[in-house]
Nanobody, 122 residues
Framework: QVQLVESGGGLVQPGGSLRLSCAAS????????MGWYRQAPGKARELVAT???????NYGDSMKGRFTISRDNAKNTVYVQMGSLKPEDTAVYYC????????????????WGQGTQVTVSS
C-alpha cells in the first residue's frame, strides 16, 4: 500500500507562483508514473502534469509553459512548480502515482492523495 502526502497549497495572487510537493511512502515496490490532477467546483478532474520514472513529462494544455513538473526518484517525491497563476487555476490539486510490479509479479495500482487546495485570487 502506498500513501501520498501533498503539501504546498494555499492562497496566491494572480500572476504569482506556488510549488506543490507530494511524497509517497509505505510498502512501495516500484513507482512508474507520478503526477498531479486538479478538480475545480462543478468540473471534471483534469490532468495537470505527469512524469515517468525515466523523466518523460506530459502536461495539460492550459498548463504548458506555466507549470513544470519534476521528480526525485530516490525520495519518491514529485513536485510541480506553478507560475503565472490565474484565477481559473483555482482547484483542489491531487497527487497521483502508479505502482508497477515486476515481470515475475506483474501488477498495476493507482493511488491518490487527499488533495490540497490552491486558490488564485486578489
Amino acid at each position: 500500500q502506498v500513501q501520498l502526502v501533498e503539501s504546498g497549497g494555499g492562497l496566491v495572487q494572480p500572476g504569482g507562483s506556488l510549488r506543490l510537493s507530494c511524497a509517497a511512502s509505505g510498502s512501495i515496490f516500484s513507482i512508474d508514473v507520478m503526477g498531479w490532477y486538479r478538480q475545480a467546483p462543478g468540473k471534471a478532474r483534469e490532468l495537470v502534469a505527469t512524469i515517468t520514472s525515466g523523466g518523460t513529462t506530459n502536461y495539460g494544455d492550459s498548463m504548458k509553459g506555466r507549470f513544470t513538473i519534476s521528480r526525485d526518484n530516490a525520495k519518491n517525491t514529485v513536485y510541480v512548480q506553478m507560475g503565472s497563476l490565474k484565477p481559473e487555476d483555482t482547484a483542489v490539486y491531487y497527487c497521483y502515482c502508479n505502482e508497477r510490479g515486476s515481470s515475475r509479479t506483474p501488477f498495476s495500482r493507482d493511488y491518490w492523495g487527499q488533495g490540497t487546495q490552491v486558490t488564485v485570487s486578489s
